[in-house]
């Protein structure tokens, strides 16, 4: 990998989470989750710069604390409607106004995704740059709800299946994935496109458990304890 790449890491963090209330300041492992997507970026070897972009006054303290540069998100791109692609590209042209030179990638670390696969970041890149692809992103097999089982309830409660003559043996099935929330990585030159998936995409894919993503409050619980385990994990047992 060229070691001139310029690469910023973007964690937005928008407030308002319905799901999980104040989600992107939660504690986790006694600490701000902010310091999980910190770890996973600390893990790469490539990532040059780092800005956070927020409408949420208490993220943005935990954030600064850390020691991170801080965008203000605009309100016209703080609602669920809007596209994660807009501030992204926001945060990377003003700290390209700021520093006077143009990134070649940018990478899309969500703070709610506080469990991520190790060294994420790096093999996403070595993928963008060998693939020749415009975005890496992360995937995970959809194989423990396969989508070719999914059905349509109608109001008498009989069940249709939504794919014709499904297969009934998982062995039977296409593989197929669902896009995962480790995170994504994008060349330059498209960002700004409303949605990534559009361009020319490449996946990594990861294994069931490797990647938690916040979305309900059992989700809070499942990602202390695998941070607990990770800890304990560490540890060096006394000589």
């Known amino acids: ?13 928008r407030a308002g989470s319905r799901g999980i209330p104040g989600k992107n300041t939660l504690v986790l492992g006694g600490r701000p989750i902010l310091y999980c997507t910190l770890n996973t970026i600390a893990e790469s070897h490539f990532v040059t710069h780092t800005v956070a972009i927020t409408n949420d006054p208490k993220f943005r303290a ?12 605009p309100e016209d791109m703080a609602g669920d409607e809007v596209p994660i692609a807009r501030p992204i590209h926001y945060a990377v042209e003003a700290c390209e106004r700021e520093l006077g030179f143009r990134f070649d990638i940018a990478i ?5 995704s506080p469990i991520r696969p190790p060294k994420i970041i790096d093999r996403c890149l070595d993928l963008l740059l060998s693939s020749g692809s415009e975005v890496v992103t992360t995937v995970e097999s959809a194989s423990i709800h ?3 089982w999914v059905v349509r309830r109608a109001a008498d409660g009989r069940i249709r299946f939504v794919t014709p003559n499904p297969p009934l043996h998982r062995q039977e099935m296409e593989p197929l994935f669902h896009i995962g929330g480790a995170l994504a990585a994008f060349r330059r030159d498209v960002l700004g496109t409303p949605n990534y998936y559009t361009c020319d995409c490449t996946a990594i ?6 990647c938690i993503y916040l979305d309900e409050p ?18 060096v047992p006394l000589a």
């Open 205 to 210: 894919e990861y294994c069931a458990g490797e």
């Open 108 to 112: 899309q670390c969500e703070v709610s």
């Open 218 to 235: 059992f989700d809070v619980e499942l990602a202390e304890f695998v941070l607990q385990r990770q800890r304990m994990e560490r540890q």
């Open 62 to 73: 935990q954030a600064e604390d850390a020691g991170l540069s801080v965008l203000s998100e």
């Open 1 to 13: 990998m060229n070691d001139q790449l310029r690469v910023i890491a973007v964690i937005p963090a």
């Open 146 to 148: 396969p989508p070719q």
